[in-house]
């Protein structure tokens, strides 16, 4: 391969562009990452971010290289012991990728928690890996405030876990899987009436007809639908409407001379459509209430802007979206099915050139210049009726300890399995109970060469006083202190029940081991969520993610 | 109290926590002591494929202890692989994947020994797959998982019995991702479910009919594939040279035709990353799946090598476009497969079948591209380049019925580019 094509920078991202497209690459190329320590944990992350071409990542970390470092941490050698583990990293992680751009910084996040975190406001996104409670909370407060996505990661032992922590997400793109078609069977617009009225056939051959593309036969199935109705805007709304059609097309299909069969694939493609192509066109529950918080808001973030713009267009457009403008494939001659793939292509076109001549009127009233390109608003446009918006929740580990505690209070675990398998939500409650076990002790249980039997049962006083703090709280208003101790403990015995010796002395068993197949695990997940987070594309975890590697099972939360 | 924690200074320190300890979720032969990682240390691994998933499967095992590994690849490293296989640099280009791989990951992990086989799986026979407790695939080949699986099938004896002698089973862990999607699996062969026992499970491959692209294209991929099956075998270009997807001045001489004729269509679409796209069948992939996959891969071989914790039964699906989602599955073993069965089955057809019928259902059982059908007498169906003149009886034959060409008890012997082993059918009419 000549050098020319080889070294493209294009060509590098070639795989992945394949998938978020020119505009996901150019966004990711303008994010910059921040991650608190350099664990394996935090380069794993950082590896497929480097890989996938961010602008620029800043390492803070104050630790220095050990003997275990080098048998979990892939981006340190024999010869970086004793070294700044920051700077080790860094320039290991900076070989991956030469147009990304790296710095490190040995202060410990716990001093860079004391200083102004406020100057962390230039990154796109900040991670905490394995870092302590304490210093999470630090950094979640003030970004959460400055609108900067905080993604928190733990590895511990076999349990991964995830917390997100962002005020507010907008999605442009979510990639949908099978997202429902938008043929206007309802609503057919100008251009393509016409195709509809010139069609007739009962004027076709065999040939012709068993070459026209089913949203064709869609149509005239609904002219003799609306006929039997005797009304000209009956659509079916119900299984057995839908059935009908299925009727008035099978009515539609004829024999040739020659075979005599009926068999022909546009008219089973049809029939399979009809299922999903006649549902009205309409604007879901989601995408409406965003397009009403799009009108009482000031914001003159991009999405926000383009949103003001779909609600004035779909306010003068019969409440119909942009059409998003591609036409499912389907058993056709060329010459009609392009015909039909070209109007729906151009109206898209037009929608689009509407919404952004409504948002060139939206950043005048808000005082910014032309912010959104036609490129952007026509790919929004195209997926209008899947926007989306996330409303994030601030960090905040006791109120979040008390959700634990009450999804683990909900479990029914049978007698039988309660030793085989551990749920989530205990996971992350142990996990709590051990961030406590660490802030009042001063490690981590099962470390130190105390006995594990020992820190088991000192793991399992801290869980039964989290239990406790969450349950307390939520009893207060019992007036008789007897009745509320008695009560309280009523409450407490069965959660604790729930969370088994077993688990608890798992948690000690790992002492702190940072397995590097467990780090490598969650900083895949994480570096994804970012790439979400970076490209407004995709859905990101809401909020909280949590690994059992015993099961390789998985659980989102929201809390 | 002051303790001292004995594994303070180790360098292993992370993964002797689970060895040494013991856990209500442990294997249940598991005991707790230092032999575990010892044993996980002295244990020889062979990873197939140093791609996306290799590259991190090597640095996951040889992070995991293990200190004997052997890596197979016959790929050269391209740019486009710069993305996600993070073991390769811009000046690594055209090099052995197998061999930079292994280089690197020897370098920079000290102990470890890693050895390059810049080979086709094929290449290597039953003496060099039987040396491994345990093999982990990286591969993005149906075609491949299918041999390797067949090859560890076969490795599997028998005592007299008739169960599995178990010292010759080697497990063998597979990863397949696409795009956010991904999947792994464990298999312990002829004892649980087997690549061919589940081969429902990868789609067969979607090809344009040729009608449709030579008389009613509609789409921009029906154009190109057009430039590729009709125009490039028809003029020769290139000297008469056979189409290479990896040359540039090929893709061109694609993307300039298959733009003339979406123009002469009327298609929008035609572009070169999507020539190159259908020209190579390019799967899209991303570092962050590749990791996810390989490390639930390695980690399945830690806890084989070790017994810390239960293997997962069997399967495992994960996608990370909406959330994040895992799912695990227990796929049963077919009984009826062919792999598992030593490649010899009973069939039972009606007396009505065609040899045409029986080749269809052959083709969609087992995900057969071209096979070759024969008896011990002769060749029933063969389509093949090398062997022109059997192409005109192969077609006649098509038409004729089964039990005029075979009697009751008769094996017909089925090969295909896609199985390890050809599959011995024992006629059964019905």
Redesign the interface.
């Known amino acids: ?2 050098p020319s ?4 920078p294009s ?9 978020w497209g020119e505009e996901g690459q150019a966004s990711i190329g303008t994010t910059s990452a921040c991650v608190l320590g350099s664990d ?1 944990l935090a380069t ?1 992350t950082l ?2 971010l480097v ?3 961010v602008h620029s990542f800043f390492v803070v970390d104050d630790a220095r290289v ?3 470092d ?5 981006f340190l ?2 010869d970086d012991i004793g070294r700044s583990r920051a700077e080790a990293t860094l320039e290991k992680l900076t ?4 147009s990304v751009s790296g710095r490190a910084s040995c202060q410990s996040p716990t001093a860079l928690a004391q200083e102004d975190v406020e100057k962390l406001a230039t990154f796109s996104v900040v991670v905490s890996a394995n870092q302590s409670e304490s210093i999470d909370t630090k950094f979640a407060e003030v970004l959460y405030n400055i609108r900067v996505p905080f993604v928190c990661i733990k590895s511990y ?2 349990i991964g876990t995830m917390r997100i922590c962002i005020k507010e997400h907008t999605i442009a793109n ?4 099978n997202p429902r078609p938008d043929l206007r069977l309802d609503a057919p617009f100008k251009t393509l009436s016409e195709i509809i009225n010139e069609t007739d056939l009962n004027e076709m051959t065999v040939e012709q007809l068993r ?1 026209t593309p089913y949203i064709l036969l869609h149509f005239k199935a609904l002219d003799v639908f609306r006929k039997h109705r005797n009304n000209e805007n009956a659509f079916p709304e119900t299984t057995n409407d839908r059935k009908e059609i299925q009727q008035i097309l099978q009515s539609f299909r004829r024999s040739t001379e020659h075979s005599g069969t009926k068999d022909s694939e546009n008219f089973d493609e049809a029939k399979a459509a009809v299922m999903r192509a006649f549902q009205k066109t309409t604007i879901g529950a989601s995408v409406q209430s965003i397009l009403s918080a799009a009108e009482s808001s000031d914001s003159t973030q991009p999405f926000w802007l383009i949103c003001e713009a779909l609600r004035r267009f779909v306010k003068f457009n019969n409440g119909l979206l942009p059409l998003r403008g591609t036409l499912p ?1 389907m058993t ?4 009609r ?3 039909l ?2 109007v729906f ?1 151009e109206k898209a076109l037009l929608d689009a050139q509407e919404v952004l001549r409504l948002t060139r009127e939206v950043e005048k009233e808000r005082g910014v210049g032309d912010v959104i390109s036609d490129d952007v608003c026509y790919r929004f446009c195209k997926n209008a009726d899947r926007i989306r918006v996330q409303h994030g929740a601030l960090l905040d580990y006791t109120r979040e300890t008390k959700e634990c505690v009450r999804k683990v209070k909900e479990m029914s675990i049978e007698e039988q399995s309660r ?1 085989e398998k551990v749920d989530s939500a205990t996971w992350l409650l142990l996990m709590r109970a051990v961030g406590r076990f660490r802030k009042e002790k001063g490690r981590f249980p ?5 006995p ?1 039997s020992i820190d088991a049962q000192d793991l399992k006083k801290r869980v039964e006083v989290l239990i406790r703090e969450s349950v307390q709280v939520s009893s207060r208003f019992t007036d008789s202190p007897i009745s509320l101790i008695f009560q309280e403990e009523e409450e407490i015995k069965p959660i604790l029940h729930n969370v ?1 010796d ?2 608890i ?2 948690m000690c ?10 780090s ?2 969650v ?3 994480a ?3 970012i ?1 979400k987070l970076a490209t407004n594309q ?5 909020n909280t ?1 949590v ?1 059992d ?6 659980s ?1 939360f929201k809390l | 109290m002051v303790s001292v924690d004995p594994l303070a200074s180790e360098r292993w320190r992370s993964i002797r926590r689970l060895t040494d300890r013991d856990s209500a979720y442990k294997v249940p032969w598991f005991t707790p002591g230092p032999e575990n990682f010892e044993s996980l240390q002295n244990s020889k691994v062979l990873v197939i494929g140093a791609g996306g998933l290799g590259c991190e499967l090597l640095k996951n095992l040889a992070l995991s202890g293990f200190r004997t590994i052997d890596v197979i690849d016959m790929d050269t490293i391209d740019v486009s692989n710069l993305n996600r296989q993070f073991l390769f640099r811009e000046s690594d280009v055209g090099k052995s994947k197998a061999e930079v791989a292994a280089a690197f990951v020897q370098q920079r992990v000290s102990g470890c020994n890693v050895t390059p086989h810049n080979c086709r799986i094929e290449d290597k026979g039953p003496d060099f797959y039987r040396r491994f407790s345990m093999i982990i695939c990286g591969l993005d080949s149906i075609p491949a998982r299918r041999w390797i699986n067949g090859m560890l099938c076969d490795l599997v004896l028998e005592n007299p019995d008739g169960t599995p002698d178990f010292s010759t089973i080697i497990p063998m862990i597979d990863g397949g991702t696409e795009g956010f999607k991904g999947n792994a699996r464990v298999i312990y062969p002829k004892m649980s479910a087997c690549i061919d026992c589940t081969i429902d499970l990868y789609p067969p491959q979607v090809n344009f009919p040729l009608c449709t692209i030579a008389h009613t294209p509609r789409l921009p991929e029906h154009c190109i594939e057009y430039i590729k099956v009709v125009v490039w075998p028809e003029e020769k270009p290139f000297n008469g040279a056979s189409l290479d997807a990896d040359d540039p001045s090929h893709v061109d001489w694609v993307l300039e035709r298959a733009l003339h004729r979406a123009e002469k269509y009327n298609i929008r679409g035609v572009d070169r990353r999507l020539t190159s796209g259908v020209l190579k069948r390019i799967i899209p992939a991303v570092a962050s799946t590749n990791a996810v996959i390989a490390a639930s891969c390695a980690l399945e071989a830690l806890k084989l090598a070790t017994n810390i914790a239960k293997p997962i039964d069997n399967y495992l699906n994960f996608t990370q476009i909406h959330g994040a989602y895992t799912s695990v599955v227990s796929m049963s073993k077919d009984e009826n497969c062919h792999v598992c069965n030593g490649g010899r089955l009973p069939i039972e057809v009606s007396s009505t079948y065609t040899l045409e019928s029986l080749i269809n259902r052959l083709v969609d059982r087992y995900h057969l591209k071209n096979p070759t059908l024969e008896t011990a007498h002769r060749k029933l169906y063969c389509i093949s380049l090398l062997l022109p003149q059997l192409e005109e009886e192969s077609k006649t034959n098509l038409n004729l019925f089964l039990k005029d060409m075979v009697t009751d008890g008769d094996e017909i012997l089925v090969s295909d580019e896609v199985l390890a082993r050809a599959i011995t059918l024992r006629i059964q009419f019905v």
């Open positions: 391969m000549p094509a080889s070294f493209d060509y590098r991202y070639d795989r992945q562009v394949r998938l394996s794993e590896k497929s890989l996938a071409g050990e003997h275990a080098l048998g979990q941490n892939f050698q024999s070989e991956l990728n030469p032992g076999l979510s990639h949908e899987e070459h494939d056709s001659d060329s010459n099915y392009t015909r793939a070209s292509h030793e099962g470390t130190n060469g105390v594990v088994t077993s688990a002395a798992e068993r790992f002492g702190a081991a940072e397995l590097h197949v467990i490598s695990y900083g895949g997940i570096s994804q969520e790439i995709y859905v990101p975890i809401d993610f690994f590697g015993h099961s390789q099972e998985s989102t």
